[in-house]
């Protein structure tokens, strides 16, 4: 199996990044991992759609109020309007998986942490190493011998080389996972809407016993099916972090 590490300097565009600073919000994630400079517009790009999806998503967010208010007064009205948010919903998340959105867990992201911790602690202990292997003791009776000085210009070049590869690894890998942060934090707010739905489609059905003008069959079959889109839409997604960010 190829490890991250190795992967990540498999990829053919570095991206500059900076760290997230101290005290950064999950909310705030999205718009920092936009904010990278990316070597590849097309990254760029993707970066751009996903925004657009979350804002889709926003908008659900935002009308779930007036879903709530809804429900007691008139549970029809309340019902399509449950559909309506559910189909715009799937719509949003259709939009940022083919943005390259992915349904990433929290054992993905410890995972990728701990990559980034392991290739850190790799570097700053192999520097030491290195510079020891780049200034060897001087020998004077071997100083103008030709074949020492390549030998150590080879060290020097190979050390170099290196210390720059494991950079590389650290910054992918500190790529991924600002980019995955930033789906977690999506498909968290996703579900969390999934929930909301859920369970103003059990107050419609209790407040419909009671109700002057209730849901028809076919608006619960209406509502049942945009339901289930939108959950199979997420169920659907691809799962995991991927090494094409």
């Known amino acids: 199996m190829i490890s991250v590490i190795t992967a990540a300097n498999a990829a053919p565009t570095l991206i500059k990044l900076s760290r997230p600073p101290a005290g950064t919000g999950r909310d705030d994630v999205s718009k920092i991992a936009a904010s990278f400079t990316f070597g590849d517009p097309r990254e760029a790009a993707r970066a751009m759609r996903k925004e657009m999806a979350s804002r889709r998503m926003q908008g659900v ?10 429900i007691k007064a008139d549970p029809r009205s309340a019902l399509k309007l449950a559909a309506e948010l559910a ?5 949003a998340v259709k939009a940022y998986q083919d943005a390259g959105g992915r349904n990433v867990s929290s054992g993905d992201m410890a995972l990728i942490r701990r990559q980034i911790t392991a290739a850190r602690e790799g570097s700053s202990s192999s520097a030491g190493a290195q510079a020891a292997e780049a200034s060897p003791p001087v020998d004077h009776g071997t100083l103008s011998n030709p074949d020492a000085e390549a030998h150590r210009a080879q060290q020097a070049y190979a050390a170099a080389a290196s210390a720059e590869f494991q950079g590389r690894s650290i910054d992918r890998l500190t790529e991924m996972e600002a980019v995955a942060g930033a789906d977690l934090g999506f498909f968290d707010q996703v579900k969390s809407l999934v929930r909301g739905l859920r369970k103003a489609r059990e107050d419609i059905r209790f407040e419909s016993h009671s109700a002057v003008r209730p849901p028809s069959d076919d608006d619960w079959k209406e509502a049942d099916k945009a339901q289930a889109d939108l959950e199979r839409q997420i169920d659907n997604a691809p799962t995991g972090i991927s090494i094409r960010v």
Do not use: G
């Open 87 to 91: 189909r715009e919903l799937k719509a």
């Open 61 to 70: 967010t935002e009308r779930m109020r007036t879903l709530s208010l809804m």
